[in-house]
């Protein structure tokens, strides 16, 4: 896994790499809602294992929390929230 971030706002992509195929490529798109990249240690690709809801709960808690209120605090809350801290 690369997490990538470039010198203009929104320019932040996770790349995902699985042997000789070609990588996974997940980038910030604010314009269509996708204002955030969740990264577990589980593939985006692959389904989730049995107790590993972890990304699905993420993506919930930061929807809640929505774009305008996201801070340092906040996000911290999110990634202590039961269900995404293992």
Sequence with gaps: YFALAGGYQGTVLS??????????????????????????NLDHAASHG??????????????????NRLDEARLFEVMGTWGVRD
Aim: net charge positive; proline share 7%; no cysteine.
């Design 15 to 40: 790349l995902q790499r699985f042997g000789q195929g070609s990588p996974d490529v997940f980038s910030l798109d604010p314009a269509n809602g996708r204002w955030f990249i969740v990264q577990t």
């Design 50 to 67: 049995p107790g590993d809801g972890r990304r699905a709960v993420a993506e919930k808690a930061m929807e809640a929390m929505g774009r």
